[in-house]
């Protein structure tokens, strides 16, 4: 009689053992999803807004990085119950919540800004590109750092933001010649980062 009553909690241990591995290798779809909507929307977002704001790369990093860190933390203690691996999560929260905060973050800062203000800039030099096929052919400049007077955002301060001082089409390139004046509209973001909300060459 004990035999039977061991053998029988030796099958249903190993039954349960095998359901739950089964569970576990099985795709789970909230995990799939968060994982691809940071790859996709979210990661599509920070490139989008991050073009337009004055914030650098490895600042972008930090915030996804301690994001998915945190994220992690906070499931670390419910793993068994989640019934996933490592690796899934780690990938899920660090990757897939770390890009959408991240996203979701820049994005607010972006949308909610204060009041715009206008920088102009004197012209150090500037060179068009041809070879980008683009007409009118879009142009790179760099901003002199004697000029003069105080400004909202130094004009250093662009060395970080190359793509910033690129300049395309007729709405963005407004001189006739040679640019002489660069004049940069930006405000400051919701978490303090300024964003360029315009850019036109004079």
């Not at 996203?103 to 070879?131: Q, R, W």
């Not at 052919?137 to 105080?150: A, E, I, M, R, Y």
């Amino acid at each position: 009689m004990r035999h039977n009553v061991e053998s029988i909690n030796l099958r249903m241990d190993f039954q349960y053992y095998s359901r739950m591995q089964k569970d576990k290798e099985d795709v789970n779809m909230f995990t799939l999803s968060i994982l691809l909507i940071g790859v996709f929307p979210a990661l599509g977002v920070v490139f989008y807004v991050g073009a337009s704001t004055l914030i650098r790369v490895d600042t972008v990093f930090n915030i996804a990085f301690v994001s998915g860190a945190i994220v992690f933390i906070f499931h670390l203690p419910f793993r068994k119950r989640l019934n996933r691996y490592l690796g899934e999560l780690i990938g899920y929260t660090m990757i897939g919540w770390g890009l959408i905060i991240t996203a979701a973050l820049m994005g607010c800062n972006f949308l909610i800004h204060s009041k715009p203000v206008a920088d102009i800039y004197k012209i150090e030099t500037a060179t068009a590109h041809p070879e980008d096929r683009e007409l009118p052919f879009p142009v790179s400049v760099t901003l002199s750092k004697q000029d003069s007077g105080p400004k909202f955002v130094p004009a250093s301060a662009y060395n970080y933001f190359p793509g910033m001082l690129r300049f395309r089409g007729s709405e963005e390139q407004k001189f006739e010649g040679s640019p002489k004046l660069a004049v940069m509209t930006t405000a400051v973001g919701i978490f303090g980062y300024r964003i360029l909300l315009s850019k036109e060459l004079q």
